[in-house]
C-alpha cells in the first residue's frame, strides 16, 4: 500500500503537530513537578549555607522552555559526564520507544488517508500513540529529574535558568524601504 502525496502531507503534519503536543506537555508536566516538589507538604530538608544566602525563586525561570542541548552544556564538566552516561544508558529503550512512535504515526498517516475513513482505528491508533507519547515523556523526565537530583541547589538553578532561555534570535536584515505612493489631498 502506498501513500500519495497529500496522504504523507497528513502524516508529516500530524507528527509535526503531536511533536509539538509532545514537547508543550514535557515541558508543562516538568515545570508542575518542579512547582510540586517546592510547595510539597513534606518537611523541608535543612538548610544549606549556600541556599541562605540566595532565595530559592532568584535565578528561577519565569517562562520555563525547555533546552535539552543547552541543558548539558550548562552542567559542570563532571556532572556533565555522568549525565551523558545516564542518557546513554536509557538511550536503547528510548530508541525503541521512538521507533514504536514512529510506525504509529506512520500507521496513522495511512489509516488518515484510506478512503472510506475508518474512525474507531484511527481513534484506537491516536490512543496508542498518546500512550507511548506519555511515555516517552516519563522516560525522558525522569532521566532529566535524576541528573539534577544530584546538583546541589544553586548549580541546579544555574541549570534550568540556563536551559529555559529561549535561544537568541538571528540578526535580522533592515528593512528596505517600501515605495509610497502619494495620496491625493482632498
Given at each position: 500500500?502506498?501513500l500519495?502525496?497529500s ?13 509539538l ?13 518542579m ?51 545516564k ?13 514504536d ?6 500507521e ?16 484506537a ?19 532529566i ?21 529561549r ?8 528593512r ?11
Amino acid at each position: 500500500m502506498s501513500l500519495t502525496k497529500s496522504g504523507i502531507g497528513i502524516a508529516l503534519l500530524v507528527s509535526v503537530a503531536l511533536n509539538l503536543l509532545v514537547l508543550g506537555a514535557a515541558g508543562g508536566m516538568f515545570v508542575a513537578n518542579m512547582r510540586h516538589q517546592a510547595t510539597s507538604v513534606h518537611e523541608p530538608p535543612a538548610p544549606r549555607p549556600s541556599d541562605l544566602r540566595t532565595p530559592p525563586h532568584v535565578g528561577a525561570p519565569q517562562n520555563f522552555r525547555f533546552n535539552p542541548r543547552v541543558f548539558i552544556r550548562a552542567l559542570p564538566k563532571d556532572e556533565r559526564r555522568l549525565a551523558i552516561r545516564k542518557m546513554r544508558q536509557a538511550a536503547r529503550p528510548h530508541q525503541q520507544l521512538n521507533r514504536d512512535i514512529r510506525k504509529t504515526r506512520i500507521e496513522l498517516g495511512k489509516l488518515l488517508a484510506a478512503d472510506p475513513l475508518d474512525d474507531a482505528k484511527v481513534e484506537a491508533t491516536l490512543a496508542r500513540l498518546r500512550t507511548l507519547d506519555t511515555q516517552a515523556q516519563e522516560m525522558g523526565q525522569m532521566i532529566i529529574l535524576d541528573i539534577l537530583r544530584d546538583l546541589d541547589p544553586q548549580t541546579r538553578r544555574q541549570v534550568i535558568a540556563a536551559a529555559s532561555r529561549r535561544p537568541s534570535a538571528p540578526p535580522q536584515r533592515p528593512r528596505k524601504p517600501s515605495k509610497t505612493r502619494e495620496r491625493p489631498h482632498d
